[in-house]
């Protein structure tokens, strides 16, 4: 396996893996953002067992001793699982997360006290870079969710969301929205619940240029369109699983 590192926006890398062996035969990826600043920030920590190959892909970017900031999309091992890996190696690095994912794992589980973030709470990176912490709870999955929004690129940092198969180019303009209704219709990993849709119909008020797929390519173009379509197609899955459960009832 190997990591490949693409800027996909200004001051902003995509350190790529991809797993043929993960649904074949078009595998899957697993993405980190590194978001350049003063206080150079992380999303994603990557696998615990993938550790030695995204600290090298980093260390194409920067010194991974210089990494200030960790934060990710909600407690997983794929999001999460390198946390205490890359506060050994970068001593002055901090979690930060939402208030759910401080108190229920990361007070525990990070080696390092975190930094909690209340809604919508920014970090100033320096060097024009400002990222903005977004509840997003049980949205795809996990009480903890978020995403993260960094302010000067407009670039949505999505994790789970828009989650898709293969590996394509870094960056696209192309469809992001069936790639992720068919990846749903395949893994069923969003934890369906009533307040998908206008959770995900909030985050396109930021109106993004560019959708970072913690799963996918990056996309740039019109992020709120894409968002609105994601959240239209949970509604109808929503729906759905309500009327087939009152027909089960029935
Ligand atoms: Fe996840
Ligand atoms: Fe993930």
């Not at 697993?30 to 550790?51: A, C, I």
């Not at 899955?237 to 309500?242: E, I, K, P, T």
């Amino acid at each position: 396996m190997e990591t490949k590192v693409s800027e996909i926006a200004n001051g902003i890398y995509r350190l790529s893996t991809f797993v043929p062996d993960i649904a074949p035969p078009a595998g899957f990826t697993f993405n980190q953002f590194l978001v350049l600043g003063d206080e150079p920030l992380m999303f994603h920590t990557g696998l615990r067992k993938m550790f030695p190959l995204n600290r090298d892909a980093l260390a194409r970017i920067i010194p991974p001793e210089k990494l200030r900031w960790i934060s990710f999309g909600h407690f997983e091992a794929d999001e999460c699982g390198a946390m205490n890996e890359w506060l050994s190696v970068a001593p002055n690095a901090q979690a930060a997360h939402g208030q759910t994912g401080c108190l229920v794992s990361l007070n525990d589980f990070s080696d390092r006290a975190p930094r909690v973030l209340s809604d919508g709470e920014v970090i100033d990176l320096g060097g024009g870079k400002r990222v903005r912490f977004i509840d997003t709870p049980h949205t795809p999955h996990g009480w903890d969710a978020g995403v993260l929004f960094e302010e000067s690129t407009k670039t949505l940092m999505c994790g789970d969301l828009f989650t898709q198969l293969g590996d394509g180019a870094p960056l696209t303009q192309g469809d992001v929205v069936g790639p992720a209704i068919a990846a749903e219709d395949l893994f069923k990993y969003s934890a369906l619940n009533p307040g998908m849709g206008s959770t995900i119909r909030g985050l396109a008020k930021l109106a993004p240029k560019t959708l970072a797929l913690m799963h996918g390519p990056s996309f740039a173009g019109d992020g709120a369109a894409a968002l609105h379509a994601l959240a239209d197609d949970y509604d109808r899955r929503v729906s759905d699983s309500w009327r087939e459960a009152a027909l089960k009832a029935a």
